[in-house]
T-cell receptor, first 111, second 114 residues
Framework: GDSVTQTEGPVTVSESESLIINCTYS????????LFWYVRYPGEGLQLLLK?????QKGSSRGFEATYNKETTSFHLQKASVQESDSAVYYC????????FGDGTQLVVKP | EAAVTQSPRNKVAVTGGKVTLSCNQT?????MYWYRQDTGHGLRLIHY???????EKGDIPDGYKASRPSQENFSLILELATPSQTSVYFC?????????????FGPGTRLLVL
């Protein structure tokens, strides 16, 4: 079935360091599902961070980027320089008639 | 203003009791969803709805019922709560369309079943 696998957390980085959270997906009934990154800040619900609906394209938001790679079936989340306010839980997800979420990766940014 | 709200935000229930979790959205979205999230798991879909009067089973519907009396409201009902249903529950609404369903989430409800 469809599934999403992402970096197991927590991931701890220092402020201004670079970040990558890996995400790979498996979609059995559709070749190119829509891909998403959602984020949940402490005390809040999930919110969409970015989405890409076309293979080969890159999405970006709030300094984060993710490129839809259909060859490696990956959608890794990257940021060149993290801030303490980026501390949150990040979820990779795919949409194949309904959304499948990864388990989430907790990011802790140290000052 | 928050477009998806949930109530209560926190709930303590007793085993065998009935629990109703409520969700309201002002996005005018057709689709609504209930998920639960447990440590070590991603969000798991319990029930969803395509519009008023419709409810569909998700991946883990056992022990839960859902009700969609209107476009705005979607409730999750635990008729006989069990400790295994202790979790954080998220409601979401979606703007619909095949493969185009960005979801908008509520803040979550923490449920503890003793």
């Amino acid at each position: 079935g469809d599934s999403v696998t992402q970096t197991e957390g927590p991931v701890t980085v220092s402020e201004s360091e670079s970040l990558i959270i890996n995400c790979t997906y498996s979609a059995t009934s559709i070749a190119y599902p829509n891909l998403f990154w959602y984020v949940r800040y402490p005390g809040e619900g999930l919110q969409l961070l970015l989405k890409v609906i076309t293979a080969g394209q890159k999405g970006s938001s709030r300094g984060f980027e993710a490129t839809y790679n259909k060859e490696t079936t990956s959608f890794h989340l990257q940021k060149a320089s993290v801030q303490e306010s980026d501390s949150a839980v990040y979820y990779c997800a795919l949409d194949n008639n309904r959304i499948f979420f990864g388990d989430g990766t907790q990011l802790v940014v140290k000052p | 203003e928050a477009a998806v709200t949930q109530s209560p935000r926190n709930k303590v229930a007793v085993t065998g009791g009935k629990v109703t979790l409520s969700c309201n959205q002002t996005n005018n979205h057709n689709n609504m969803y209930w998920y639960r999230q447990d440590t070590g798991h991603g969000l798991r879909l319990i029930h969803y709805s395509y519009g008023a009067g419709s409810t569909e089973k998700g991946d883990i519907p056992d022990g839960y019922k859902a009700s969609r009396p209107s476009q705005e409201n979607f409730s999750l009902i635990l008729e006989l709560a069990t400790p295994s249903q202790t979790s954080v529950y998220f409601c979401a609404s979606g703007d619909g369309g095949v493969n185009q369903d960005t979801q908008y989430f509520g803040p979550g409800t923490r449920l503890l079943v003793l």
